[in-house]
């Protein structure tokens, strides 16, 4: 005799397999899912991960980058970092002028030379990157000539305990495909439109096979900030509703040229802008009616981060290495993924 149950059982089981067959047949018909691409990173001995994040930075040690450097090795020694995230606008006005721009050397290599700091960085490329010759960014020739380099447009950073992704956000931005006033290389982004909702699903897919008990997405321009440039209505608009419905914990960007943390009220997310890296002091910090602001920093600084599995505890510092504010976010041992 077949119960009810085990005809809803039977349904269900027929319905997955059917899932997984279409899932199969679009794997291999259609190919546009084109993943990203994937790196591993290994967590600590002890189950931890340690990095620093810092924006908007490459000025040849100019306006106190160079100060804010020093105090990056510092932090980095004390918490054994394994690696440093930087949010974009790497190098100042405009991008690097080709692979061997002494750019590179003068606002990189030669700037950020603390021990702690010889390790990984994981980059995503800013709108005064793409005012240049975008592509050298991404260019093996430059990981030959400082080997800790690594800029991608959007990529997976895998380590165990969290997943991160980058995203490349200057393409969503309406304004510089109209702007007069400065010229961007599309190289590799044109047809804006395919670029961009390739992109969309290829964040999506990655978030939602992502078993990582944290997911953490690294973009330049932010979704929320009270700084200059404020909230980016495209990502909001775009990017935005996949972060929440698959439960991202943190989004990280620079782009304004200070420090921020900011909950959101309907979601998870905590958003956070280290975009302190060098100029900063724009002075027009305007507080707006989104989510909840915990803190904000007009001046110079960078972040750090400690993660386990079961809490990430970040703090901000200023151009002294003074901590400006520090958070911690709890997370539950067993709680589902
Ligand atoms: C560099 O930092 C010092 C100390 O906070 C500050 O007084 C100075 O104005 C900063 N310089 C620039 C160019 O922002």
Redesign the pocket.
Known sequence: MVTMASMASHFRTRAMDLRCLAVVFCAVLVPSFAELQRFEHPIKSDGSLSFLVVGDWGRKG???QS?VAFQMGRIGERLDIDFVISTGDNFYDNGLKGVYDPAFRESFTKVYTAKSLQKQWYSVLGNHDYRGDAVAQLSPILRKIDKRWLCLRSFILDTEIVEFIFVDTTPFVDSYFVEPDHVYDWRGVEPRRTYVSHLLEDVELALRKSTAKWKIVVGHHAIRSVGHHGDTPELIKYLLPILKANNVDLYINGHDHCLEHITSLDSSIQYLTSGGGS???RGDIEHRDNDALKFVYD??GFMSMKMTQTSAAFAFY???GKVLHKWKIPKQLHSAV
């Open positions: 100019l306006y106190n100060e100029k900063a002091w001046g110079q200023d151009v002294v």
